[in-house]
Every structure is written in C-alpha cells, then in structure tokens.
C-alpha cells in the first residue's frame, strides 16, 4: 500500500496505491486520522491506482468520514475501477460517500461549499 | 476439466495477497474473466480474515488453513478448511445497510460481501475443523460436450 499527498488550496489529495485489505487497512487509517488529528478537514482519496478493497477498507472510509463529520469536514472519493466501485454498490455504501468520476470534478464538490 | 487447486496458507493476514496471485493465475489460465478473480479473492479475503483475526489464541501463529478450488461444468467451488476454534461466519446477522453514516456500526459488511457474491455459501464443523464451502455459478465456463 502506497500513498501520496498532495494539497490544492484547503483540498488534501491522498493518492492510495494497491490493494486496502486486512492487512494495510490499519496504515490507511493512521494517515487518515494523522490528516484530521492535523487540523485538515476537507480530504480528497483518489483511488485511480486502488486495485482492490475489502470490507477492512471500507471500514476505514466510514471511519474518516464519520471523524470528519464531527469537525464539518468533507471526504470525497474519486476514480474508483469498476471492481473497487461495485463493492461499494454491493454494501450500499455509495450513496453515503461523494464519489467524484475525476479528480477535477471532485475538487469542485468543495468549490461549491466554500 | 482442470486440476483442483489445493493451497496451504499460514494464520497470518499476509497471506492473504500471495493467495489471491494464485487464484489471478488459475482464473486467467482457465480464460475466465478477471473480475471473476476479484470476487473470489474478496470473498475468500473476508472468510479468512475473520478466522485469522478472530479463531485463533493470542501467540498460536504458523497454523495450516487449507484453501481448495474446484472448476466443474459452470461453476467453481472454494473451500476453506481451518483448525481455529469453532465459528459459523454466516450465523452473524446481516447489517442494516440503511443506516444513516452516524447509526452505522463499523462492521458485519464482511460476510454480508461473501453472501451477495457467492451463489451458495455453506459452514459445518467438521472432525474439529471449520469448513466453508462457497459456491458461484460461471455461465461462461462449460467443459466441452461431445
């Protein structure tokens, strides 16, 4: 599992990279909750280079933004692959989450709010 | 019809992606579509993440979990076959998938996952060993009548 940061304006952009299971869900949420705990409040995950997630990773996400919840913060999830996307679906854990087609269009889901 | 897999993993949740490599190549041997190896591997990746996390003591590491498949005419079955203390995985209730992101408990989408991508999903308590048996209709695979 690999992550990369970057910032546009307030935007945090968190770039995950492999699969988010089991085994590398904890390290996801750590950088997560380190990224709140840091005061940052509005966090973009692009998932272009997400290969795969299990129900760990999904527990990560629902963790974030209910953290995020608490401090009026926004989490927003772009370019999910259709097999990251359909577990999602399968949960019924979309229509909780933004989930942006492109990075672009993620980062005017906060445009709209400011 | 293809040899079984049989696979022998360790009680550790690192085994898990090694394994799911094995199940990519089976599949993409038998020229089955790939998004067929991500559901296996999901669900395989859930059922064995509970009895590694939850099935064993503290310390009792290095335990055999044994992880067969079978490709017959139109469907795969999986087994997993662990010595970790008894536990039905499909005896835990379902989640409420309604719930408002605050009333959501974190949890129990697991085995929800493997119920909506397996056909058939089986637990028994066999000789002090929990086996799972999953099962999934492949439409696409048919073994060549003649």
């Known amino acids: ?114 | 019809m293809p040899a079984p897999l049989m696979i022998a993993i360790t009680n550790d949740l690192a085994e898990i992606e090694p394994l799911s490599q094995v199940i990519n190549e089976f599949i993409a041997r038998q020229q089955l579509p790939a998004k067929l190896a991500f559901e296996l591997n999901l669900a395989l990746d859930e059922l064995l993440t509970n009895t590694i996390s939850y099935g064993y003591e503290p310390g009792q590491t290095g335990q055999t979990i044994y992880v067969r498949g079978v490709l017959a005419d139109g469907f795969i079955i999986l087994e997993i076959e662990d010595g970790a203390r008894a536990f039905n995985p499909l005896a835990m209730s379902e989640p409420d998938l309604d719930a408002a992101l605050n009333e959501r408990p974190i949890g129990g989408l697991g085995i929800y996952l493997v119920r909506q991508l397996m056909d058939e999903v089986t637990y028994q308590r066999r000789a002090g060993k929990n086996l799972l048996t999953l099962k999934k209709a492949i439409p696409e695979y048919r073994t060549k009548e003649t």
Do not use: W
């Not at chain 1, 699969?19 to 005061?39: F, Y």
């Not at chain 1, 269009?105 to 709209?112: F, H, P, R, V």
């Open chain 1, 1 to 114: 599992m690999q992550f990369s940061e970057d910032k546009q304006g307030s935007v945090v952009i968190v770039g995950l990279q492999g699969r988010m299971d089991s085994n590398t869900a904890r390290t996801v949420e750590e950088k997560m909750l380190g990224l709140i705990e840091r005061g940052e409040h509005r966090l973009l995950v692009d998932c272009a280079e997400l290969d795969y997630i299990s129900s760990a990773g999904l527990r990560v996400f629902l963790a974030t933004a209910k953290r995020l919840t608490q401090t009026k913060g926004k989490l927003v999830l772009a370019t999910l692959n259709d097999d990251v996307k359909q577990v999602f679906d399968l949960t019924g854990i979309s229509s909780i989450f933004q989930i942006s087609p492109s990075r672009e269009d993620a980062l005017t889901q906060y445009q709209q709010e400011a």
